[in-house]
């Protein structure tokens, strides 16, 4: 694409010096007009090109950047359990009914330690254990609307 609009330049460029000169001849200011009038042609082609070169070098910072990403994810070490200091808040107890991880949203079944979806820790004091999917007990006081 960039050999185009260069070749594209060129020919412009040419076709604007052979118009000044024949003209030029024949009345100065019509020349100086033509010379003006090309060169406002010339603009967007020339900005066009110096775009191409600005996502050609966006190009290489991604993937230089990408490369970099990929070095770093191989470098990092899997993470060590964490020591809790509240004891009362320990992880890895299964829960004894449905809960909601606080996390993601997702509703998980009795008996799992993780949530299935983002794998975060149930906890019985973070993780409540009543049933998400249940509703709730309304009061006799508020009529529903109709």
């Keep these: 694409m960039r050999k185009l609009l260069i070749i594209l330049l060129v020919i412009n460029v040419i076709t604007l010096a052979i118009a000044f000169i024949m003209s030029l001849v024949a ?9 003006l009038l090309g060169i ?8 066009i090109i110096s775009c191409l ?3 050609d ?12 990403l990929k070095k770093l994810e191989n470098e990092i070490l899997p993470e060590e359990p964490v020591h809790n200091s509240y004891p009362e808040l320990a992880y890895g ?33 973070i993780n409540p ?13 508020i009529k529903d609307k109709k």
């Design 27 to 35: 009345t100065p200011l019509y020349a100086v007009l033509l010379l």
């Design 40 to 47: 406002l042609e010339l603009i967007p082609i020339i900005a």
């Design 53 to 55: 070169d600005d996502i």
């Design 57 to 68: 070098k966006l190009k290489q910072e991604n993937a230089m950047l990408s490369y970099r």
């Design 93 to 125: 107890e299964p829960a004894k009914a449905i809960w909601e991880c606080v996390k993601c949203g997702t509703v998980n079944k009795a008996g799992t330690t993780h949530c299935s979806h983002c794998k975060a820790p149930y906890s019985p004091f």
């Design 129 to 141: 254990t009543d049933d998400p999917t249940k509703k709730k007990k309304r009061s006799r006081w």
